[in-house]
């Protein structure tokens, strides 16, 4: 079946825009992460939902990052004045409910880069 | 705080040979522990997890090990091949439900013809 799915693959853009990134789970997958990946570096925790709700959103650096899960299955990652050190790879992952137990199914990433 | 780190950032083995990925930890109360797999552009795949009441956990041609008094995990690889070329990470978490897991920066494993 069709896993995890992430658009657009690669986003430019410059300092200071807006930009949306779009996470596809696994249908079904009741829990959906968000993590950054700096070069050479882990991923880093951001954001994890449990349906529609945040329910952990302590790995969000500052308010300018936003995410939404409005209908418990797509979800989107929000960044207002981008800035050159929100250049990563931002990785979704999906789980079936969210137990520490469960597989976590990541996506292929989308890379930003802010010039 | 809550740490996880890798004590090498790379790792070059011979086709055929045995792989050990090591990782350190901080958090004396994590409690689950998962291995994955990046290869270059793509996410990070489950290889093998392990929880804290095991010592160690076996796989396909992978086993993973805890040592939870000097808190360290190993994963090794039996016989590598060529496919096992990536970068390696173990992540663990404290939480009883599956947020924020906490990631190493990760090793280049890279095999020899």
């Known amino acids: 079946g069709a896993g995890v799915s992430q658009t657009p693959s690669n986003k430019v853009t410059e300092k200071g825009k807006y930009v949306e990134l779009r996470c596809d789970p696994i249908s079904g997958h009741t829990a959906l992460y968000w993590y950054r990946q700096s070069l050479g570096q882990g991923p880093e925790f951001l954001i994890y939902?449990?349906?529609?709700?945040?329910?952990?959103d302590s790995g969000l650096p500052n308010d300018r990052f936003f995410a939404v899960r409005p209908e418990g299955s797509v979800s989107t990652l929000k960044i207002q004045r981008t800035e050159r050190g929100d250049s990563a790879v931002y990785l979704c992952?999906?789980?079936?409910?969210?137990?520490?137990?469960?597989?976590?199914?990541f996506g292929p990433g989308t890379r930003l880069t802010v010039l | 705080g809550e740490s996880v780190g890798l004590h090498l950032p790379t790792l070059s083995v011979q086709e055929g040979d045995n792989s050990i990925i090591n990782c350190a930890y901080s958090n004396s109360a994590s409690d689950y522990f998962i291995w994955y797999k990046q290869e270059s552009g793509k996410g990070p795949q489950f290889i093998i997890d392990i929880r804290s009441n095991m010592d160690k956990r076996q796989g396909q041609r992978v086993t993973v090990l805890l040592n939870k008094t000097v808190k360290h995990l190993s994963l090794q690889i039996a016989a590598t091949q060529p496919g096992d070329s990536a970068v390696y990470f173990c992540?663990?978490?404290?939480?009883?439900?599956?947020?924020?897991?906490?990631f190493g920066p990760g090793t280049r494993l890279s095999v020899l013809p």
């Open positions: 939902f449990q349906g529609t709700g945040a329910a952990d």
């Open positions: 992952a999906s789980s079936p409910q969210g137990a520490n137990t469960d597989t976590q199914y």
């Open positions: 992540a663990e978490t404290p939480d009883n439900y599956g947020q924020n897991f906490v």
